[in-house]
């Protein structure tokens, strides 16, 4: 698996992860980081690991523009344009 970054906290799927995913797991934890890896064969395939529980879900995106998974997910690759 290739690691992409952090999910930036602005990025509307870090809210539904936050609010909705894993509140159903029970990780008792209420502010949350996930780190993205993307699936080597897969342009659609992330899996989405909190940080200090180690929980891990898997997304599948279907109909994306373009093949790049880290501008398009609001990944934080540390990568500052100016």
Avoid: C, W
Avoid at 11 to 21: K, M, N, S, T
Avoid at 37 to 45: C, D, G, L
Avoid at 59 to 73: T, W, Y
């Amino acid at each position: 698996m290739k690691y992409l970054g952090r999910l930036n906290p602005h990025d509307p799927f870090y809210a539904y992860l936050q609010e909705q995913i894993f509140p159903q797991l029970r990780t008792g934890q209420q502010l949350r980081q996930f780190r993205v890896f993307q699936f080597p064969a897969s342009n659609e395939v992330f899996l989405y690991e909190e940080t200090h529980s180690q929980q891990k879900v898997i997304g599948k995106f279907f109909n994306r523009i373009g093949k790049d998974g880290s501008s398009l997910l609001g990944v934080d690759t540390g990568v500052r344009y100016s």
